[in-house]
Every structure is written in C-alpha cells, then in structure tokens.
C-alpha cells in the first residue's frame, strides 16, 4: 500500500515557522490533505486540496504539494498549536484512503 | 453537523460488532461517510468510506472479509460491522462526513472499542 512519511516530531520556539513535511512517492500528483489533533479530541481538517483552509482555520496555517513531498507551514506558532498533525492522500492503486503516522509538534 | 458514534465496548476475541454513527444536522443522504481507527498513542488509521447512496464503498484491503460498511439514509445512521475481532482491533472508531474531495470535515468524538483476548 502506499507509504506516507512524516517525521515523528517538530519542535519549535513560540513566534517561529515550523514545517511538517509528508513524503511519498509521487504525491505532487495526488491531493492531499492535513488534520490536526489536540490531546483527547477528535481530528480537526487543517487543509484540503493540498493547500485550502476551511472557514475558521488562521491564515498562519497552509499546505504545499510537489513533487515527492507534501508540506504543512505554521507561521507565527503559538502554544496553541500543539498537536499531532497528519496528512491523509489518496492511493489510486488500492482504491483506499492513507493516513501520514503522524508528527507531534511541540512548541518550546 | 454531529456525529455521533456508539456501540462500542469491551469484546471478546472473535467475537463480533457493529458501531453506530448517528448524524444530524446536514443531509445526510448527499453525503460520502467514512470510518477511521485510532489505536492507543497510535495514529490514525482509515477503515472504510461508503458513497451516499450506498452503491460504492471501499474497505481498507486488510480488513476485506472482516468488516463491513453499510448506512440507512431514512435514519442518518452509518454502520460498520466487525466479525472475528481481534486484540490488534482495539481503538477508538470515528466516522466522519466526507466533503466531496477526499477531507473529513466533520467527525465525531469516537467511541472506544477494547478486545480482550
């Protein structure tokens, strides 16, 4: 099945950028799209479409997709932004849906 | 828009279930629904999606011959019917509204499925 790669964990100081990036072959050809999840709640769509943002999600978030790497911006992270975050694409070749694992951000 | 998911509990090894997902709030019967797993400090693990007239649906490959989707749109209600479960099933199950391309913009809080060997 198709393989998505994200990085266990990103750290970053309050006020900076952080990147979470999603890998898997070819996926610039495919849409993607990005979920956060605080502890204890249920998935929240971050992006769709690879790089839309639903009515209520910051401007500070947005989502770009080429090549073999998908990737999640935060600007201006905020301690609220702590969460674990995953991508979630489409694999034609088994008719199914895959999510990323999975990256705990932790703001410093 | 709500989801709410029950019929979750504390199984037995192969025995079976099947989860709930009452909705409300939106038409239900205009909309693709889908089925997602968390495991205990897992990740998110997709399951299954039914169209909203039920005649297409996609199962995860491994859970082919295990588990089943179905819905009622007189009711709102999605169905996911497990059989032979196993200790490796346990999680929290959440269904959630598909928005026409793939993204789950609404789900529920999940019910928890624990099977004890």
């Known amino acids: 099945s198709y393989l998505l790669t994200q990085p266990p964990s990103v750290s970053v100081t309050p006020g900076k950028t952080a990147t979470i990036t999603c890998g898997g072959s070819s996926i610039g050809s495919e849409t993607v799209h990005w979920y956060q999840q605080r502890p204890g709640q249920a998935p929240l769509l971050l992006i769709y479409s690879n790089s839309a943002r639903p009515s209520g999600i910051p401007v500070r978030f947005s989502g770009f997709n080429s090549d073999n790497t998908a990737t999640l911006t935060i600007d201006r992270v905020e301690a609220g932004d702590e969460a674990d975050y995953y991508c979630?694409?489409?694999?034609?070749?088994?008719?199914?849906?895959?999510f990323g694992g999975g990256t705990k951000l932790t703001v410093l | 828009v709500q989801l709410v998911e029950s019929g979750g509990g504390v199984v037995r090894a192969g025995r079976s279930l099947r989860l709930s997902c009452a909705a409300s709030g939106f038409t239900f019967n205009n909309f693709v629904l889908h089925w997602v797993r968390q495991t205990p400090d897992k990740g998110l693990e997709w399951l299954a999606l039914l169209s909203s007239d039920g005649s297409r649906r996609s199962l995860k490959v491994s859970m082919i011959g295990r588990f089943t989707i179905s819905r009622d749109n007189l009711n709102s209600v999605l169905y996911l019917d497990m059989n032979n479960l196993g200790v490796e099933d346990t999680a929290t199950y959440y269904c959630?509204?598909?928005?026409?391309?793939?993204?789950?913009?609404?789900w529920g809080k999940g019910t928890l499925v624990t099977v004890s060997s």
């Open positions: 959630a509204r598909d928005q026409e391309d793939g993204s789950l913009d609404y």
């Open positions: 979630h694409v489409w694999d034609p070749n088994s008719d199914n849906w895959v």
